[in-house]
């Protein structure tokens, strides 16, 4: 099974960030909003299996994210950037604190209230976004956190930290998650080759007597 890849490229981030703002111009009322996907999913370490979750007044006005995260059953902390803060609040003003902020269109049979996206749909607003920003990688939901881990990395080059903020049991683990022990593979293999020496050599003009 091929891995997903984080989006490695700045300029690639920055054109699907405006891919996103203007699907999110021409929007209905109950569409997601591209642009905050992205902006959570780039710019913290949470999976879009939490963060889907998240009503408005978990995110607004709040300097971090407090969830428990469904896969480990943890509790999580974390802090959202000022940057980042203002953007998210900026997004969800005028919106109502117990909506989710991915709403979906389809409500819950039993309470009648809209549900959040589901993770298939994130997974195929991720694809539509890196296929019209023209990225012929693997993508999926895990691009986004792993995007994330990619740039902390290549910014801080600190691993430890990225190791705990990933919740990583060893820094390989990590360095193979965010897609950096593949690019050195990668660069290893640029200038290695194995071929035949070149027709017109001394040495194949003049084949070296054994018995010397």
């Given at each position: 099974?091929?891995?997903?890849?984080?989006?490695?490229?700045?300029?690639?981030?920055?054109?699907?960030?405006?891919?996103?703002?203007?699907?999110?111009?021409?929007?209905?009322?109950?569409?997601?909003?591209?642009?905050?996907?992205?902006?959570?999913?780039?710019?913290?370490?949470?999976?879009?299996?939490?963060?889907?979750?998240?009503?408005?007044?978990?995110?607004?006005?709040r300097?971090?994210?407090?969830?428990?995260?469904?896969?480990?059953?943890?509790?999580?902390?974390?802090?959202?950037?000022?940057?980042?803060?203002r953007?998210?609040?900026?997004?969800?003003?005028?919106?109502?604190?117990?909506?989710?902020?991915?709403?979906?269109?389809?409500?819950?049979?039993?309470?009648?209230?809209?549900?959040?996206?589901?993770?298939?749909?994130?997974?195929?607003?991720?694809?539509?976004v890196?296929?019209?920003?023209?990225?012929?990688?693997?993508?999926?939901?895990?691009?986004?956190?792993?995007?994330?881990?990619?740039?902390?990395?290549?910014?801080?080059?600190?691993?430890?930290?990225?190791?705990?903020?990933?919740?990583?049991?060893?820094?390989?683990?990590?360095?193979?998650?965010?897609?950096?022990?593949?690019?050195?593979?990668?660069?290893?293999?640029?200038?290695?080759?194995?071929?035949?020496?070149?027709?017109?050599?001394?040495?194949?003009e003049?084949?070296?007597?054994?018995?010397?």
């Open positions: 099974m091929n891995e997903v890849q984080p989006i490695r490229d700045p300029e690639m981030l920055e054109r699907c960030y405006q891919i996103a703002q203007a699907h999110d111009k021409q929007r209905g009322k109950r569409e997601a909003c591209w642009e905050l996907i992205l902006l959570i999913g780039f710019n913290t370490s949470l999976r879009v299996s939490d963060f889907r979750r998240f009503r408005v007044s978990d995110l607004r006005g300097d971090r994210a407090i969830i428990r995260a469904k896969k480990t059953g943890k509790e999580a902390r974390v802090l959202i950037s000022p940057r980042v803060r953007e998210i609040n900026r997004l969800l003003a005028g919106r109502k604190p117990d909506e989710y902020i991915f709403q979906s269109r389809q409500k819950n049979a039993v309470t009648h209230q809209y549900e959040p996206l589901t993770r298939q749909r994130v997974y195929q607003i991720i694809n539509t890196a296929r019209q920003a023209g990225i012929h990688e693997r993508i999926g939901c895990h691009t986004l956190r792993k995007t994330f881990g990619y740039h902390y990395y290549q910014k801080t080059g600190d691993v430890v930290s990225l190791q705990r903020i990933l919740c990583h049991s060893f820094q390989r683990e990590t360095l193979v998650y965010i897609g950096v022990v593949e690019d050195d593979i990668n660069k290893s293999l640029m200038d290695f080759a194995l071929v035949g020496k070149r027709k017109g050599s001394r040495e194949a003049a084949p070296r007597n054994e018995e010397e």
